[in-house]
C-alpha cells in the first residue's frame, strides 16, 4: 500500500498566512463578533415600522427592545464579576424597558469595555477563576474565558429571539451569523 501525499496542501505560503489559532485570539474574534452582531440587530429594529420593536410579542420578554435589554444586563452583571464588585440588580432584567437609543448607547459601551477587557488579557488571564452568587440565589464560579464565551453565546441566543420576533412583522433581518461576519469583517480587518 503506497501513501500519497499532496505537498501543496502543507506549503509555506499556507502556513505563514494563517494566524496561529488559540484561545486567547478566538475570545477577541468572538467579542468583535458580538459587536457587530449587535450592531446589525440594533440597526434592524430601528428601521422596523413605528411601534414594532416595542409591540407586546409572545416571548419570555415581551418585546424586541425588553429582550435586548435583558442582554445588556447579563452583560452587566458578569461585568460586576469580572470587577470582583456588586452589581445590585435583582432580576435578569429591568422592570421597565429603557428608551430604545439609551439602551444601543449602553451596549455599544459594554462591547467595547469587553472588546479593551479582552484585548487586555495574556493567555493566563484566562483560566483565572470568578466566584459570584447568581441573581437567582446559588454560588458560582467561572473562569474569565467561559464568562466571555457565555456572554457572546447568551447573546446569539437572544439575538435569535428578536429575529424571530422581526420575521413576526414581517421583516426578513440579514444573517448575523459567525461564519458571514468572520468572511465579511473578521478576515477583511486583517
Do not use: C
Amino acid at each position: 500500500m503506497s501513501v500519497v501525499t499532496n505537498n501543496s496542501l502543507l506549503s509555506e505560503t499556507a502556513v505563514q498566512t494563517t494566524p496561529m489559532a488559540s484561545a486567547l485570539n478566538t475570545l477577541k474574534m468572538l467579542v468583535r463578533y458580538k459587536a457587530w452582531a449587535d450592531a446589525l440587530t440594533f440597526s434592524n429594529v430601528r428601521s422596523l415600522p413605528e411601534g414594532e420593536a416595542l409591540k407586546p410579542r409572545q416571548t419570555r420578554f415581551g418585546n424586541m427592545v425588553h429582550t435586548l435589554n435583558h442582554t445588556y444586563v447579563v452583560d452587566d452583571i458578569f461585568r460586576h464579576h469580572l470587577l470582583g464588585k456588586k452589581h445590585g440588580y435583582t432580576a435578569r432584567n429591568t422592570e421597565h424597558t429603557p428608551a430604545f437609543e439609551d439602551l444601543w448607547q449602553a451596549v455599544q459601551e459594554m462591547n467595547r469595555w469587553y472588546i479593551d477587557l479582552v484585548d487586555s488579557w495574556s493567555n493566563e488571564d484566562l483560566a483565572k477563576s470568578v466566584h459570584f452568587e447568581f441573581v437567582g440565589g446559588g454560588e458560582g464560579v467561572m473562569t474569565q474565558e467561559q464568562i466571555v464565551l457565555h456572554l457572546v453565546n447568551h447573546a446569539t441566543y437572544h439575538r435569535g429571539f428578536v429575529g424571530d420576533m422581526m420575521y413576526q412583522v414581517p421583516f426578513t433581518p440579514p444573517s448575523n451569523d459567525l461564519p458571514v461576519f468572520i468572511r465579511d469583517h473578521f478576515n477583511q480587518a486583517r
